[in-house]
């Protein structure tokens, strides 16, 4: 075990580990948490009483989760002045399941994505985004149910690995000088430069990650977003080693989309999973229209960046939207929205994101049950409507409660 200056590990608790490649999980597993900055305050509170509740309910005392507190953003700058100390990277390795609220990160300055540095660090290359709605929350479009959709966008290439060089700089000159005469390109003198990389390996584990996903879901398909029409040997390599890999390790249980018409007059057999693509315009435009066509989406970074946002908008917003990042085995669970300072500490935020994540976490862990409790008690408690701010302007006849209120009818509403 890792020594912790600042951590203090649970006098009870049993460390999850890996067994014949895959996580083994005791009935008191030690789940690290970084309580956030801002809003993670009210939400992480809020969140783990409704776990506890469920996890307590479904089985009775015989699970338990026994939380361990990490640091990072503000409280790890105040504990060991410095923003994201290397034993909470350590910690969350060591234990390979954690929980993370809302953390700072400045626009335009300051220190590094934390959210980012925390993918990178721990190799977190999925981010998986589930988008389905839940009925009586508010939307911009018609038929919200018809989006069921789970995101699985590349974490850790393309934008989020991008090299650049400031317009004017010594670098940038030198880079459009050389590119200019060896390349034969025209790029204007008074340019900034990006590079973005996407590689093979980057782009086959995050496709083979989501269609494992599909197949052991039992979910139709799985489509590659990219912009291959444009971006040839990035973008359209993405999807060009996607089909590749679909073929060659999942060639029993995958058919592409042209071999649906072409084979099977367009009713995929049972138990293959249809592999498909769509160039991300297209894709935005169709998750509007046509929702109820797509299952499991594998986006690039970028792409799956906007993609993310546009699904969650879709079911209520992000106060809704939860997600994960995942690697091989580690498995980091957090709120999707981000710190909102101006609301920390007033008992009014929505949890749903965070709760919603820790659902997602459950189900990691195999306690499927539990989680199917928290989903359906935060369904009920919608439907009675008594909601956050957020949800209650949307909402015709609903009660608004605080953070804590909600989380209290929540775990009221479990059965």
Sequence with gaps: MPKFKKIEVPAKGTRITVKNK?????????????EGDGIGRDIMKATRRVVDAAVEKTFKGKKKIAWMEVYAGEKANDLYKEWLPKETVDAIQYYYVALKGPLTTPVGGGFRSLNVSLRQLMN????????????GVGSPVVAPEKLDVVIFRENTEDVYS?????????DVKKVITWMNKNMKTTIRTDSGIGVKPISVTGSKRLIRKAIQYAIDKKLPSVTL??????MKYTEGAFRDWGYDLAKKEFGRKTITEDELWSKYKG??????????????????????????EYDVLAPTNLNGDYLS????????????APGANIGDYIGLFEATHGTAPKYADKDVINP?????SAVMMLEYLGWEKAGKMVSDAV???????????????????AKKVGTTAYADNIIKNMK
Aim: charged letters at 25%; proline letters at 6%.
């Design 124 to 135: 977190l290359y999925a981010c998986v985004r589930p988008c389905n709605y839940f009925k």
């Design 22 to 34: 895959k996580l083994s999980i005791p009935n008191d597993p030690i789940i690290p948490f970084i």
């Design 267 to 292: 009713k995929a057999p049972k138990g293959k999973v249809v592999i498909k693509d769509r160039i991300a315009d297209s894709m935005f435009q169709q998750i509007l229209t046509r929702p109820d």
């Design 309 to 320: 946002d546009a699904c969650a908008a879709q079911v209520g917003g992000l106060g809704m």
């Design 162 to 170: 991008g090299i650049e060089w400031k317009k004017g700089s010594k």
């Design 352 to 356: 749903g994101s965070l709760i919603l």
């Design 225 to 230: 977003v990219h912009k291959g029409n444009i």
């Design 379 to 397: 369904q009920k408690t919608i439907n009675k409507k008594t909601v956050t701010y957020d949800l209650h302007r949307q909402m015709k006849g």
